[in-house]
């Protein structure tokens, strides 16, 4: 496997200087964020894509710094009923347009959320047991055969039509997809083209064990993120993982996303990528860094040292 580095935590800094930075630190495979979620402020889709010269700019830039672009990453809801699912969807069909045009293979996102049934405005993360009120088992059928399923099954053509390989959708909260088994819920309703983008922070935190995650998922593993998170200490024990403070008050949070190695130890990392190469994925893995105790610089310092000392190559 080789590290790949996910820019956004580097947002503050202008495109060139974020390259020189990460290229002093040795890392020259990037992910790139598109939109969505993610401002993505290294990279303007539409500019890109309805300015020829403006994209051989970037392919130009990109080579000056020997960078090579392994992945496009467009997470959001394309499922949310209203604006933003349309602004998202959106987003993705030109992510597609140009991967085509990079030559990139691989898109990372996410399944998206829908509303509970037709009419709704409001996405509904149904996680609780379905018998009390058994009315909960008409909206999961209708969010996934009403609205996600064929949502996939088309996008996966519009895919394919641009020549993409992967689309690794991210185990991410408050998505339809968000473990192992939503994943081939989804994957064997839709393509083997849908696989999981496997980032071990939010399943530790959900409560689940990502390297018995990575045995489940086998072959479907499309991808890998190099993220990390800890759950506090004295937090936790009076007030369950279910946290709904921001994400930047991390000193009265009961989890916080932090840099690779200060949450999980070197040795689980270790144990966890020769897991996960053990089932076959030989791939990139790609750091997110959102450790808002430290910089940014210092965060992706201190991930980038803890991932090359636990990657299997």
């Given amino acids: 496997m080789k590290l790949a580095y996910i820019t956004d935590s580097l947002g503050s800094l202008p495109f060139e200087t974020m390259l020189?930075?990460?290229?002093?630190?040795?890392?020259?495979?990037?992910?790139?964020?598109?939109?969505?979620?993610?401002?993505?402020?290294?990279?303007?889709l539409d500019e890109l894509l309805d300015h020829p010269d403006k994209l051989v700019e970037f392919k130009a830039m990109l080579e000056k710094y020997h960078m090579k672009l392994i992945a496009l990453n467009c997470s959001g809801n394309p499922l949310d009923p209203g604006p933003m699912g349309k602004e998202h969807r959106r987003v993705i069909k030109r992510t597609f347009e140009l991967a085509e045009k990079l030559n990139v293979k691989k898109i990372i996102t996410m399944s998206g959320l829908p509303a509970?049934?037709?009419?709704?405005?409001?996405?509904?993360?149904?996680t609780t047991t379905v018998s009390w009120p058994a009315s909960l088992q008409d909206a999961l059928k209708y969010q996934w055969e009403d609205v996600a399923i064929p949502y996939w099954?088309?996008?996966v053509k519009d895919a394919k039509a641009h020549g993409i390989e992967k689309i690794a959708l991210e185990n991410f909260s408050s998505q339809l997809v968000y473990n192992p088994e939503t994943l081939l819920k989804l994957r064997d309703a839709v393509d083997p083209m849908i696989g999981m983008n496997l980032d071990p922070s939010h399943l530790i935190w959900m409560g689940a064990e990502p390297i018995a995650c990575a045995r489940?998922?086998?072959?479907?593993?499309?991808?890998?993120?190099?993220?990390?998170?800890?759950?506090?200490?004295?937090?936790?024990?009076?007030?369950?993982?279910?946290?709904?403070?921001?994400?930047d008050d991390i000193q009265n949070r009961a989890w916080n996303?932090?840099?690779?190695?200060?949450?999980?130890?070197?040795?689980?990392?270790?144990?966890?990528?020769?897991?996960?190469?053990?089932?076959?994925?030989?791939?990139f893995v790609s750091l997110e860094m959102e450790d808002l105790s430290m910089s940014p610089e210092a965060g992706v310092q201190t991930s980038i040292d803890a991932l090359q000392h636990t990657l299997s190559f």
């Fill in 153 to 155: 099954q088309a996008t």
């Fill in 20 to 44: 020189q930075k990460v290229q002093g630190m040795g890392v020259e495979y990037l992910e790139m964020t598109t939109g969505g979620w993610s401002p993505a402020p290294h990279l303007n």
């Fill in 216 to 247: 489940k998922l086998g072959p479907a593993i499309h991808h890998v993120h190099g993220k990390d998170v800890r759950i506090e200490r004295g937090m936790v024990d009076t007030r369950t993982v279910l946290e709904t403070k921001p994400i």
């Fill in 257 to 283: 996303y932090v840099a690779v190695g200060c949450g999980q130890d070197l040795q689980w990392w270790k144990e966890f990528f020769s897991v996960v190469r053990m089932t076959g994925y030989n791939d």
């Fill in 116 to 126: 509970a049934a037709p009419g709704d405005q409001i996405p509904n993360w149904i």
